[in-house]
């Protein structure tokens, strides 16, 4: 499938690629910010629609160039259209092997490398993130696809088990820096500490200057969920979190987890919790 698909997916890693060194810098605190990236899956857009968003609303944020959209190796017809089809992996391994098998949906522009102290990535992978999302950026580059790195705060456990101030442990090991210097765009996965939002706040920060200090064209998105391991979030903290990074990162990855293996404790999806902040982004055309 690769390979018959290579120019299509040239042509679409083109598109993706032609954007990527646009919204790097932070934005100017004078000047107003661009229409914000989005990393979402085809689930999320699904249940924000259940949630109220029109498809008109859902096209008017999502179908653009702007949004790498995830819905893995066998994906529906997408929600919206104009998107940039991406694809998730949680470990090198498998992503190696279905590059090499030309296993990707057609037209795939970009792929995430999601490296997290969970089952679903290698424990040798979980120990050296820096060593594997180097391979797995030179890999994606290799196949003409956009690389996302998005490496968990939870990796601190693996790599800093003594610390107990996992943000600071992140910082301190130089994450967000190893994760940016091969990729094209990274997630700060900060959408753990939406409920303290200095917490929040002062991380993303660090790690967005961290980031563009290793790869000052590095894309830089954070996380935004709306539960997070099955906290409470409200949409009024949700939209604080957006709006407290918002001159610092280039747009979010916005999360709507389910209970699953792989997030036990999440519970039952949250959509409308972001629907106030998506509908007053849609009215702006953004």
Same mark, same amino acid.
């Given at each position: 499938?690769?390979?018959?698909?290579?120019?299509?997916?040239?042509?679409?890693?083109? /598109?993706? @690629?032609?954007?990527?060194?646009?919204?790097?810098?932070?934005?100017? @605190?004078?000047?107003?910010?661009?229409?914000?990236?989005?990393?979402?899956?085809?689930?999320?857009?699904?249940?924000?629609?259940?949630?109220?968003?029109?498809?008109?609303?859902?096209?008017?944020?999502?179908?653009?160039?702007?949004?790498?959209?995830?819905?893995?190796?066998?994906?529906?017809?997408?929600?919206?259209?104009?998107?940039?089809?991406? /694809?998730?992996?949680?470990?090198?391994?498998?992503?190696?092997?279905?590059?090499?098998?030309?296993?990707?949906?057609?037209?795939?522009?970009?792929?995430?490398?999601?490296?997290?102290?969970?089952?679903?990535?290698?424990?040798?992978?979980?120990?050296?993130?820096?060593?594997?999302?180097?391979?797995?950026?030179? &890999?994606?580059? @290799?196949?003409?696809?956009?690389?996302?790195?998005?490496?968990?705060?939870?990796?601190?456990?693996?790599?800093?088990?003594?610390?107990?101030?996992?943000?600071?442990?992140?910082?301190?090991?130089? &994450?967000?820096?190893?994760?940016?210097?091969?990729?094209?765009?990274?997630?700060?996965?900060?959408?753990?500490?939406?409920?303290?939002?200095?917490?929040?706040?002062?991380?993303?920060?660090?790690?967005?200057?961290?980031?563009?200090?290793?790869?000052?064209?590095?894309?830089?998105?954070?996380?935004?969920?709306?539960?997070?391991?099955?906290?409470?979030?409200?949409?009024?903290?949700?939209?604080?979190?957006?709006?407290?990074?918002?001159?610092?990162?280039?747009?979010?990855?916005?999360?709507?987890?389910?209970?699953?293996?792989?997030?036990?404790?999440?519970?039952?999806?949250?959509?409308?919790?972001?629907?106030?902040?998506?509908?007053? &982004?849609?009215? @702006?055309?953004?």
């Amino acid at each position: 499938m690769f390979r018959a698909s290579a120019l299509k997916m040239s042509a679409c890693a083109a /598109v993706a @690629a032609a954007g990527l060194w646009q919204a790097a810098a932070p934005v100017s @605190a004078t000047a107003s910010p661009p229409p914000p990236r989005w990393i979402i899956t085809q689930t999320a857009v699904g249940l924000l629609g259940s949630a109220g968003l029109t498809h008109a609303q859902l096209q008017t944020l999502f179908g653009n160039s702007r949004t790498y959209l995830s819905g893995g190796l066998t994906p529906p017809a997408p929600p919206v259209s104009g998107a940039l089809r991406t /694809v998730s992996f949680t470990s090198y391994r498998v992503m190696e092997r279905q590059l090499a098998g030309s296993h990707l949906p057609a037209g795939t522009s970009a792929v995430i490398y999601d490296n997290e102290h969970w089952r679903f990535t290698p424990a040798d992978e979980q120990r050296d993130p820096a060593k594997y999302e180097e391979l797995a950026a030179k &890999l994606a580059h @290799a196949h003409h696809l956009v690389f996302i790195s998005a490496p968990a705060v939870d990796l601190t456990e693996v790599l800093a088990p003594e610390q107990s101030d996992r943000y600071a442990a992140y910082l301190r090991l130089g &994450l967000a820096a190893s994760a940016a210097r091969h990729a094209g765009v990274i997630d700060i996965q900060a959408q753990g500490s939406e409920t303290s939002l200095p917490t929040f706040t002062s991380f993303v920060e660090a790690a967005a200057a961290q980031a563009r200090r290793a790869n000052p064209h590095v894309i830089v998105l954070a996380g935004l969920s709306t539960n997070p391991s099955g906290q409470h979030v409200s949409s009024a903290q949700f939209t604080a979190a957006y709006n407290a990074v918002r001159a610092d990162v280039s747009g979010y990855w916005l999360n709507i987890p389910s209970h699953g293996a792989a997030c036990p404790a999440c519970g039952t999806p949250q959509p409308k919790v972001a629907v106030p902040l998506l509908e007053m &982004l849609a009215r @702006a055309g953004a």
